[in-house]
């Protein structure tokens, strides 16, 4: 690529994340254009859907939970990884206001240039729930879909100016009723394959 296309890139990338925090993902692709200082035509060429500009956007930041995923699997204990994990999740698709939404539909759509990516994080949170729930510590009878459908609930709560407040205890709520081993009840014995 040449320098001043990834230059392009990059500024529509810096651009994107800030307009994105601020306005939602569902900020128009023009505006984005326009605070790049560049035109709709070269975001195009860059990015010929809002998907892919998302993908390339926030591709980084599922890595960075996925390989923070593995290194809390290698050095915390399962109750202590899977908490810290949930945790950073949550704060991270808080911060990209409607991005839970499009993560949610990605999954079920192949098609997505956001589903690959999807997957690996809802597989990477599946594997820190599973030994969990081998440690005897999670529930049973919940699964990956459930814990990512937990996690865009909670992104959801904190994107809400009334719930914002109460992000903090709804997360320890959550997390309580997902390890209730750790937090003193005991957990159900019931499992079923996670995926």
């Known amino acids: ?5 990834r230059k392009n890139r990059d500024q529509l990338l810096a651009v994107a994340g800030a307009a994105i925090t601020e ?8 505006d984005i254009a326009r605070r790049a200082e560049v035109g709709l035509a070269t975001l195009l060429r860059h990015f010929p859907t809002r998907e892919a500009l998302l993908d390339a956007l926030l591709h980084t930041s599922f890595d960075a939970l996925t390989a923070k995923a593995g290194e809390l699997e290698a050095s915390r204990s399962p109750e202590d990884a899977l908490v810290s994990w949930l945790h950073d999740c949550v704060a991270w ?3 990209y206001r409607g991005v839970t939404v499009l993560m949610a539909a990605a999954i079920e759509d192949t098609e997505s240039a956001l589903h690959a990516s999807c997957v690996t994080l809802r597989a990477a949170g599946a594997r820190l729930l599973t030994r969990a729930q081998a440690a005897g510590v999670a529930r049973g009878d919940i699964d990956g879909d459930d814990l990512f459908a937990l996690i865009a609930m909670l992104a959801w709560a904190g994107d809400q100016p009334s719930l914002a407040p109460r992000a903090d205890h709804l997360f320890e709520v959550v997390a309580s009723a997902v390890l209730p081993a750790a ?3 005991s957990a159900p014995l019931r ?3 996670v995926s």
Do not use: H, I
């Open 183 to 185: 937090a003193g009840q």
């Open 23 to 30: 306005q939602g993902v569902d900020v128009a692709l023009r």
């Open 1 to 5: 690529m040449r320098a001043d296309a």
């Open 93 to 95: 698709t808080t911060e």
């Open 191 to 193: 499992t079923r394959p």
